[in-house]
């Protein structure tokens, strides 16, 4: 892997029998796993430097469905999306075999219900059911509801996250966790590591991948800002009760291999904010038990709210910023999980000075200037 050179960096402790990296990866969550193991297979030795426990933010809450077409898609980013959505099999499968985690990885597709004002020929990627709904899905409670069909896939975040950190690990990538970074550190103008409250890291490398605190470290402001989503999780009466995601106008649905089900979930502009609201969680429970009546009596297993890392536009930043050796892979909004493994092979190929066949001028974290002059 080609990194430039090094310049000594000064005021900060620096020595040369401090340990340094390639590079530093700025936030442990699924974005920041990937690329760490992405670049450490181009041969770069790399830190990942979490605030809290790696894995345990937005992509601990995310419900996993890898939605990369439906009408909620940004055009913009489609091509991004279908990139990854054709990874994935590729990418779970591998951390699968590295981390001995099953991320349960489900094909089963997406029933699409349309609200009353829907039009089946407007939703990107949606076909026809391949049978009647209630030969799909017998449990449903949806009488006189049209739905298309999505060929999507499902996948539980948090054994994805697992996954990528054991494969991290295994791969020997160092982990710093409960570590909040305060700036990126500068030398002559470069990159040359990261600060803590308790410690500096030496590298000429850094990738901001911090999801909604990502806009807090200096010195470049990033337009990130938290959106939080409640969702709920219950028991289903038995594993098969749901095989397919449902996505309603109401809610969502998203079925585990293990019996479980998670409903949600909500878009809030509620800052920092990650507590529940017990009559949120209880419309969830309501609606869900409206379409699939055989949970009426669910256990609830777990109630959460994460926090998205959005942006004024709604799409990511991604690729370099105005110092050199400083890089930003944040702002996925809803899509992180989706599009972790583009999103890896991507930031890796311009960290390199690789070939990219894979036009990110649109998320350049230039355009939030260019639209305010």
């Known amino acids: 892997m080609h990194i430039p050179s090094r310049s000594p960096p000064g005021g900060f402790f620096y020595n040369a ?192 991948c911090a999801g909604a605190w990502a806009g807090q470290i200096p010195p470049v402001p990033l337009p990130t800002r938290p959106v939080k989503g409640q969702m709920v999780c219950l028991a289903m009466p038995s594993r098969n009760l749901l095989r397919h995601v449902v996505r309603a106008p109401e809610i969502y649905l998203i079925p585990r291999s293990d019996g479980r089900l998670l409903a949600g979930a909500t878009i809030e502009e509620a800052g920092f904010d990650k507590r529940t609201v017990a009559e949120t969680i209880l419309g969830f429970q309501n609606a869900a038990v409206a379409l699939l009546p055989a949970l009426k009596q669910a256990r609830v297993l777990e109630a959460w709210a994460g926090l998205r890392p959005g942006t004024p536009d709604s799409l990511p930043i991604l690729g370099a910023t105005p110092i050199p050796g400083y890089y930003v892979a944040a702002g996925h909004f809803r899509d992180g999980i989706l599009l972790a493994p583009v999103t890896a092979k991507v930031m890796a190929q311009v960290m390199t000075g690789a070939e990219t066949k894979h036009n990110i001028k649109p998320f350049a974290l230039e355009r939030f200037a260019l639209q305010a002059a």
């Not at 099953?102 to 829907?118: A, C, I, K, M, Q």
């Not at 509801?145 to 999507?152: P, S």
């Open 17 to 208: 029998g401090v340990k340094s990296w390639d590079v530093i990866v700025v936030g442990g969550g699924i974005i920041g796993l990937s690329l760490s193991i992405e670049l450490h297979k181009r041969g770069a030795s790399v830190l990942v430097v979490d605030k809290g426990e790696p894995g345990h933010e937005a992509s601990r809450a995310a419900g996993g469905m890898l939605a990369a077409c439906g009408d909620e898609m940004p055009a913009v980013l489609e091509g991004l999306a279908a990139t990854s959505a054709r990874m994935y099999l590729e990418f779970a499968l591998e951390l699968q075999d590295e981390s001995g985690v099953n991320v349960d990885l489900r094909s089963e597709g997406t029933l699409l219900f349309l609200s009353g004002h829907g039009s089946p020929e407007k939703i990107r990627g949606a076909s026809p059911l391949p049978a009647p709904c209630n030969e799909l899905e017998p449990s449903l409670a949806v009488s006189g509801r049209h739905a298309v069909f999505l060929a999507e896939r499902s996948v539980c975040p948090r054994h994805l996250t697992e996954a990528a950190l054991k494969a991290a690990r295994h791969r020997g990538i160092d982990i710093v966790s409960g570590a909040a970074v305060r700036s990126v550190n500068l030398s002559e103008g470069r990159v040359a590591g990261v600060s803590t409250l308790k410690a500096c890291y030496h590298a000429a490398q850094v990738v901001n």
